[in-house]
């Protein structure tokens, strides 16, 4: 009895050990678990910064190449462009995609500079993707980067994406033409448009980058939705009809087309738009077939803004999705 | 009668080998109660000052991006080191600068990097102390431009 009683008192005590150090193990595995998740949060924290700089640093290369540039960048800019390079909800030709990745160093135009890539990333898992509507927004370019943390930071592999919108100065705040009843021009007299009455503040270069930017885009006549601004070179005859009543086109017949004679219109090409010719000689303006309908370049811009320079959309910075 | 009183209380006691096993046991269970109270305690503390660091960083990363006078006034110049303490005594030390990122073609004022660096003592580290490092860019992009 005496011996069973020496047993009983060693196998409490060894309980009572065995149930102190379970409890002990279980302290200790919640403030690991706890120590983890707090670890976790601050490599999420590290890859958000790291993605902001990411997005920071494609935000000062748009700016350096829109800025005090020709617009005739803006097609050097998206050359390589292409609609693989989409998110899926972005599939229609209207969407102008662009994703710069560490292998795309060499590719640029030599008026582009190659991307400073953040050091804490790695470059061979992150990306920057620009993204733009070429039909009702070519102004506005929505950046997404997304960043993987290198080997040589704690939270290695961890993931961020963070993107913001840029106006962009390819277009001008819409301000309504001065509209004037234009006589029917007798034969000998000249009825100059001005391109100002007409296009607003937009420049014959930004409406030729559009139209560069929607045709390299694959936006046509016949493709969903489509083109809406067509800037023509071709002093040769217009064959091809061109726009509805729902989606209108404006058609400018540059000065250089213009420059020895303005090219003639086929007589079965319809054109529902607006049809222009840059000439100086304003009897080469074909008044008649001028249809008043800005929706082709009248782009949403805030009220107020210098649409001049590159600035950020006020309110479109996020930290995730596309 | 008196013989017999005594073997009955010798019987009813521990034997020293009981005694030896039993504390051996204890002190063993203890230590490793110990041990695991005192890893637990250093993993609280040691995540507790990375907590307490990477706050300092953000907090300056944040403020860096806020055109506040507040902040300003803290990035009047590139660089800057300031020692700052928390309340168990443990001094953080946060070092800080700017500077330009430009590639070819760009203008050096379009993008700042700023670099943030909080050093804390730390024992369990061959030189004493735990380094967070924390960087962000920046771009001179205005958010909106009137006219």
């Known amino acids: ?322 | 009668m008196l013989f017999n009183h005594l073997k009955t209380d010798s019987q009813s006691g521990f034997t020293v080998l009981e005694v030896v096993f039993a504390s051996a046991v204890l002190a063993l269970g203890l230590l490793g109660s110990f041990q695991l109270s005192m890893a637990s305690m250093a993993a609280n503390q040691s995540q507790r000052n990375l907590d307490i660091a990477s706050g300092l960083a953000q907090d300056l990363a944040e403020c860096w991006q806020v055109p506040s006078a507040f902040c300003a006034s803290q990035f009047q110049s590139s660089h800057n080191s300031k020692a700052l303490f928390t309340e168990a005594g443990i001094q953080f030390e946060r070092n800080w600068n700017t500077t330009a990122i430009s590639t070819q073609g760009t203008d050096p004022r379009l993008l700042q990097n700023l670099h943030i660096s909080v050093k804390w003592p730390s024992q369990d580290k061959l030189n004493g102390s735990t380094e967070l490092r924390w960087q962000i860019r920046r771009a001179s992009t205005p958010h909106w431009v009137g006219l």
């Open chain 1, 1 to 322: 009895m005496n011996q069973h009683s020496g047993m009983a008192n060693l196998w409490s005590a060894i309980c009572l050990i065995f149930i102190t150090s379970l409890l002990g193990w279980i302290t200790l595995r919640s403030v690991m678990s706890e120590t983890q998740r707090s670890q976790q949060q601050l490599f999420a924290a590290q890859a958000l910064a790291s993605s902001e700089s990411l997005l920071e640093t494609a935000i000062a290369q748009i700016d350096s190449i829109y800025s005090g540039q020709d617009i005739a960048i803006d097609a050097a800019f998206w050359r390589n462009a292409s609609s693989n390079q989409c998110p899926s909800a972005l599939a229609s030709p209207q969407w102008q995609c662009l994703k710069w990745t560490a292998s795309e160093v060499g590719m640029f135009d030599h008026r582009i500079s190659a991307l400073a890539w953040p050091e804490s990333i790695d470059v061979t898992n992150s990306f920057v993707l620009f993204v733009r509507d070429v039909k009702l927004a070519p102004h506005k370019i929505k950046i997404t980067a997304q960043v993987n943390l290198n080997s040589e930071q704690p939270g290695a592999g961890s993931r961020a994406t963070a993107q913001q919108s840029l106006y962009i100065p390819i277009s001008a705040p819409w301000t309504p033409p001065v509209l004037e009843p234009v006589p029917r021009p007798e034969p000998a007299e000249c009825t100059p448009i001005e391109w100002r009455k007409q296009f607003g503040n937009i420049t014959p270069a930004q409406l030729k980058a559009i139209s560069t930017a929607q045709l390299q885009n694959g936006l046509s006549s016949l493709s969903q939705p489509s083109r809406t601004v067509y800037w023509i070179d071709s002093p040769l005859t217009w064959t091809q009809s061109l726009g509805t009543h729902s989606a209108p086109v404006v058609l400018i017949f540059s000065d250089i087309a213009c420059a020895h004679q303005c090219p003639q219109i086929a007589s079965q090409a319809a054109i529902n738009g607006m049809v222009y010719f840059q000439s100086a000689n304003a009897c080469q303006n074909p008044v008649a077939l001028l249809t008043l309908n800005p929706e082709a370049y009248h782009f949403d811009w805030p009220i107020g803004i210098d649409a001049s320079r590159v600035q950020r959309v006020s309110g479109s910075w996020k930290n995730a999705g596309f």
